[in-house]
């Protein structure tokens, strides 16, 4: 049976990451922080083999210990927050609670997992980033750096790691209906700006969140924009 885990298992977007990979009979290992009722009722839902695993995304010494001894298939880096301000107002502690949640987690998982990947010449890395990072955004100086350096990451990972048969790709979604986004201003005049006329599903992205990860075995160093062509 092959396995998946996936970080920020519990929000809007995860939970169907969750769903999509359980659907294909993959063992989950649904990684949690402070959700654990919320994680649990997921994992009851699915019906599928899995376990909750608990780490702090900001804290490298939990991840190591919570996934040292863990061998996955996939690996999808989903777990961020956004903390938005105008840069000249942003708060330092708004900057780093960001950069640490949304990059710097995604470099120590990424380091214990692929560890692993490595010794077993295989594996698939999903990471989620979003179109800030392509295109910037009035308010998300941190969120937009976060995202943009996954990104970068992602292009010299599968240049480093290609060689071990691991692949490491990056989706970028743009407005995606989530609890991230139920409280942005202007809601109605943003979706004018999407040619296709409407906001982005969980599902949506969690669909191209499975098939890079498991079906596009040719594919790796790619960012693929799910925005509904709002950033091309």
């Not at 061998?71 to 840069?87: E, M």
């Not at 990059?103 to 560890?115: A, E, F, H, M, Q």
């Amino acid at each position: 049976m092959q396995k998946v885990l996936i970080t920020g298992s519990t929000g809007s977007i995860g939970q169907e990451i969750v769903k999509q990979y359980a659907k294909h009979g993959y063992y989950i290992y649904l990684h949690y922080y402070s959700k654990k009722e919320k994680a649990q009722e997921l994992l009851e839902e699915i019906d599928n083999e899995g376990e909750l695993i608990y780490f702090d995304i900001k804290n490298k010494e939990s991840i190591k210990k919570a996934l040292e001894d863990i061998q996955v298939d996939v690996l999808v880096n989903n777990a961020g927050i956004i903390k938005d301000n105008l840069f000249f107002f942003m708060s330092d502690d708004e900057w780093e609670d960001v950069i640490n949640t949304n990059l710097n987690g995604v470099y120590y998982v990424t380091k214990v997992i692929s560890k692993n990947m490595m010794l077993h010449k295989k594996g698939s890395i999903v990471n989620i980033a979003s179109v800030s990072a392509i295109s910037g955004n009035i308010g998300q100086a941190n969120y937009s750096a976060s995202k943009g350096g996954i990104i970068s990451l992602t292009k010299t990972l599968s240049l480093e790691l290609g060689r071990y048969n691991i692949r490491i790709n990056t989706l970028a979604p743009g407005i995606i209906e989530s609890e991230m986004t139920e409280n942005i201003p202007n809601l109605k005049e943003l979706k004018k700006s999407i040619p296709l006329g409407r906001f982005g599903k969980p599902k949506e992205v969690a669909k191209c969140a499975f098939f890079i990860g498991s079906e596009a075995t040719y594919v790796s160093g790619e960012v693929i924009n799910i925005s509904g062509a709002m950033v091309r």
